[in-house]
Every structure is written in C-alpha cells, then in structure tokens.
C-alpha cells in the first residue's frame, strides 16, 4: 500500500517534468541533454531523443561521463532554454545551484541524492525522493521513459529501450531475474503493445548471437568447471547430447533450440553441476530473458541483456551516437557499426583482465578493500566494467573493490567502486563511501551503495585510498561513518 502511493507520487512528477519540457517546446526553445555514458545512459539519451524527435524540438544530446564544470561551460556557450540531465545530475544539485541557477533544468535521473535544492528551475525526478530504491527497482533510462510517456502516452513503444537500460544497470535482482516496482510497470507496457516477451531459459549470455558451446564456454557467472574457458570440451558437450550444432551453414545459438532440445539441455547441465558438486546452482540456470520481439532473431538487439552491452560499449569507446541512433531506431549502418565497436570493446577488457592479472601490485589487498592500479594503463571509461568483472572473482567476498586509472590532462584520477552482496548485507554503502572519502580530499564521488564512483587529484590518490578503506571498516563494524545519505 505504501509502495503504490510512492510510485504515484512519483508518476505524478513525471507530469511535472513532461509539463516542463512541453512548454519549452512550445515556445520553440532550445534544449540541451546531457547523459551518462553507460548503457543505461545511452539508452536514456535515446528515448529523450525520441520523444525530442517527435515534438518536432530543437535539441541536442551529448554523452559525458559525469557532471562537471565541462556541462557548466557548455550550458554557458550554448544558453539552452532548458537542460535535460540524464542518468546523472542528482549528484550534483550543489553545482548545479551555484554555477547555472538561471537555467532551467530538468533532472530524470536515479542515483543517490546529494544536496537540496529550493530553486524552482531546478525540477527533479528521482525515485529516492519517495523512497523507491534506484539501485534495484527503476534505472535512468526508465526515469526518462516514464518523463516521455507523461508528456505523450505513444511514448510507450520506448518501454523495451528503458529495460535495455535497467538491464545494464544489472536491476534484474528479483526472483529468477525478474523485475519490480517501477521497473515492472515497464515490463507490462512493453509486453502490452507487443513488443516485448518475457521467457523462461537458461539465462547465459549470448542467447540470439553466440554458438551454444561458445555460450557455455564464456560463461562465468555462474562458473562451470570443466566447461567455462574450455571450447572444445563444451563443444563435445553439446554434441553428446545430440542437439544438431548447426542450421545450414550457421551455427545455432540458444534462441535457436527447440523445446525438447532446450529442456535435453537443461537437465544436462543441472546433472552436469550436481557432478561437481554444485547443487545450489542448478536452479540459478534458469530465469526471465527478455526478447525484444520486433527486433530481428540471431542479432544483439533481439535479447535485452545482448543489447545492454552493446549500448555500453558505444559508450565506453567514444562512439555513445551509434548506441543512441539505436535506440531511437536507427537500424542499418549504425547497427553494423556498433557491433565492431563491442568487438574492439572485449578485446581491451581481456588486454585489461590479463593486464591486472600479471603482477600482485596491481590488484592489492587492504583491511577491507581491495584496490586496483590501473594508473595510466587502463582507460578511465573502462575502469568499472573492469572492476565489475573482478569483483566477481574475489577470494574475500565481503571486501568491495575499487579501481583507478589517470586522466593525466585534468590531473586527476578516476575511481570505480564495486561491492559484493555479501558487504551489501553487512551495511556497506559505497555511495556514501566514495563521496565522503573524495570530499575529505578535495574531490567529488558518489552513487549507488553496490556501484559508485569519485574523483580525486593525483596527488591525493593515496590519502583517498586510506580513508576509503577506513571508512569500509567501520561500515562492516556498523559505525556511522557521518552525513550519510537517507537511502
Ligand atoms: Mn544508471
């Protein structure tokens, strides 16, 4: 009951936000967006595209990988009549306050909230506000859906765009990766006008474009032995089973298998895990895929998590307008571009993995955190896939991992924080972390409590490093650590 009334309130701000944008429109004003560079940010900046696109607006997006004095100049130069923030902004409302209160500013946004603001140019759409989690249960691009679907309700047919972007965020956290709250709705919309299934299947990744031996030997959540990093073994593996590996010429992927064929599968490899030992994970196989079902089969966009990465890789490799001309529905050159951009994406994650792996002072073990060294080798926009991937492998699960690398030309280095379920559990909020500890010296940082970031000057790296890890321990010892945020 509690709930439906906090997703009300905040459906009723969405109006607000629409009522916003609309006018300015209406009086043919100029509109400068602003988003985040991760999937979920591309994916945000694309359905805002859209709904720009349909009201005919004067607009134009770009991709940043935080709010700094950057946008500032930028706002600045271009005097835009309003500035829509994407997956971003709520982390900032002190800067925004400060450096530009004469804007009108339109925030759709889910992290954390730092700051308050009373200026009414500033209007904020932020599920913390009314006590709905943003970690878990709406992403940045579905603030945005919900902002496009109040100012028109054809808006809807971007529902799939915003749980590509939830999916990013990795919010598929509920019972057999499922959604919740306002991620639900969502999910309803898009299976309601058609383009959306919902399907129960083994959850690996690479269901529409990946051979299914391949599938299995890529996949490392969960790890299977024997099979993970082994290709020629999880080839024998399907072909004793006598699923037929090819359609033609082409290789078939799990989207490709018939039921029975599917289901010969399955118990496979639940025996398969229950031989070694791994009876808990059998069930952990099996959960919601989300089909995009106007896409075409066998590509990357036809699978919600498949598309996710590829939006996350057109960001993270400097070319976020192929990700947003996807999303907006761009489905020629643009597609055929973005795939070789994910595959020059993996080949610099795996440069990166094997990178850290080589020499112990690179990945080092605090009391409680671990830290990576990326300095000048890992390129800061990689840095939280990198360490999101690591902190899977961890021996000590309740240490959350942090990571750095150099932006040499603003002097400063840019940390990713990671944390496990385990430390999660035990009280550790990494938002709150990163802020307080860059704030202490002299930079800026926060976020989600699992996922969260900050920034310092170079010379401060170690002063920040210490009390971050400082500030951990007391967490896990259930200490205030002073100016947390309520969420
Ligand atoms: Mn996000």
Redesign the pocket.
């Known amino acids: 009951m509690l709930q439906q009334t906090a997703i009300d309130k905040f459906l009723v701000k969405s109006e607000e936000a629409a009522k916003v944008i609309i006018e300015t429109v209406q009086k043919d004003g100029n509109i400068s967006v602003f988003s ?1 560079l ?1 999937a ?2 591309v994916a945000a900046a694309g359905v805002i595209g859209k709904m720009l696109v349909r009201l005919d607006a004067r607009f134009r997006i770009r991709v940043m990988q935080w709010v700094d004095d950057k946008i500032v100049e930028a706002i600045k130069a271009d005097k835009p009549e309003l500035v829509i923030m994407t ?1 971003f902004g709520s982390g900032y409302l002190d800067l925004l306050n400060e450096k530009i209160p004469d804007y009108n500013v339109v925030i759709l946004d ?2 954390q909230i730092t700051g308050t603001t009373n200026n009414p140019r500033i209007v904020q759409l932020n599920p913390h506000l009314y006590g709905i989690d943003g970690a878990t249960e709406v ?2 691009s579905g603030v945005a859906y919900f902002a496009a679907k109040a100012v028109n309700a054809e808006n809807v047919d971007l529902a799939p765009i915003a749980l590509v ?1 939830a999916l990013g ?1 990795m919010q598929d956290k509920y019972e057999q990766r499922s959604f919740h709250s306002l991620n639900e709705i969502i999910v309803n919309d898009a299976v309601a006008v058609g383009l959306l299934k919902v399907e129960k299947d083994l959850t690996f990744f690479g269901r529409e474009t990946r051979p299914i031996h391949k599938m299995l030997a890529t996949t490392t959540n969960p790890f299977i032995p024997g099979l993970s990093g082994q290709e020629t073994d999880a080839l024998n593996f399907v072909a004793n089973l006598d699923i037929p590996l090819k359609e033609g010429d082409r290789l078939r992927a799990l989207c490709d298998l018939k039921d029975d064929e599917r289901k010969k599968l399955c118990t496979a490899l639940a025996d398969y895990l229950l031989s070694k030992g791994l009876h808990l994970e059998v069930e952990n196989l099996i959960g919601n895929v989300y089909v995009l079902t106007k896409e075409e089969p066998n590509t990357a966009l036809r699978d919600g998590r498949e598309f996710a990465v590829l939006l996350n890789s057109t960001g993270r490799m400097d070319k976020p307008s192929l990700g947003i001309a996807i999303c907006m529905g761009d489905r020629k050159c643009a597609l055929e571009e973005a795939n070789k951009i994910l595959e020059g994406y993996r080949k610099n994650i795996n440069k990166y993995l094997g990178w850290v792996m080589e020499k112990p002072e690179r990945l080092r073990e605090l009391n409680h955190i671990y830290v990576i060294y990326g300095e000048n080798f890992i390129n800061e926009k990689i840095i939280g896939t990198v360490s999101s991937i690591l902190v899977s492998g961890l021996t000590n699960n309740e240490k959350p991992l942090l990571a750095f690398a150099n932006i040499e030309q603003e002097q400063a280095a840019k940390f990713s924080g990671r944390t496990t379920e385990a430390a999660l559990r035990k009280g550790v909020n990494l938002g709150d972390v990163m802020r307080i500890a860059s704030e202490t010296h002299g930079g800026k940082g926060g976020g989600h409590n699992i996922a969260a970031g900050a920034q310092v000057s170079l010379d401060k790296i170690e002063d920040f490093i210490k009390t971050a890890d400082e500030l951990v321990g007391k967490q896990l010892k259930g200490e205030k650590i002073g100016n947390e945020n309520s969420n």
């Open positions: 985040h991760d979920d940010g997956d889910h992290h992403s940045g972007g965020d």
